[in-house]
């Protein structure tokens, strides 16, 4: 399967931000090599550092538009934890910026993806790819016990 990904297109009307610039069209381009293109905004908090999510995916080379893999063919959400390294940094950044039911693309650059090395055989080195992810869920961590147990215990 092959695909064109539209691009992000640049305006004369970026608002800046610490971690990204952002588009009026609702697309950004961080400061690393990122760039984010909001297809459907979602309806929730931004997931923190830390916390579980599941997502779909569909990931592309950019070059030639091959996809490389998805989670949606397989029918299969895919989970990880924000900010551990889990993932490539695009994701960590990327996904980390998302809601519930947020659809975006994800350009990622070399440096945010699999770097010089790239991932063979299916990344090439120095690749750049493009993902069209869905976040569906930021899974919340209950507190294993609650204050006043955690205050009593000891682990000395």
């Known amino acids: 399967m092959t695909v064109n990904l539209p691009a992000c297109r640049k305006t004369r009307n970026w608002r800046r931000t610490r971690f990204q610039m952002t588009t009026r069209d609702g697309s950004f381009l961080t400061q690393w090599g990122l760039k984010k293109l909001v297809l459907k905004i979602g309806d929730s908090e931004t997931p923190s550092e830390g916390e579980k999510v599941s997502c779909h995916y ?16 397989r029918d299969d959400l895919f989970q990880f934890e924000i900010g551990k390294g889990a993932v490539i940094k695009g994701w960590d950044v990327g996904i980390g910026t998302m809601q519930v039911g947020e659809r975006a693309i994800l350009r990622c650059m070399p440096d945010f993806a699999y770097g010089e090395k790239g991932s063979p055989p299916k990344i090439p080195e120095n690749a ?18 609650d204050t006043e147990d955690a205050k009593e215990s000891t682990l000395a």
């Open 58 to 73: 569909s990931g592309f080379l950019r070059t030639t538009g091959e996809m490389l893999d998805s989670s949606r063919e």
């Open 128 to 145: 750049t790819l493009g993902f069209v992810v869905q976040l569906e869920e930021i899974q919340q961590y209950e507190p294993i016990w």
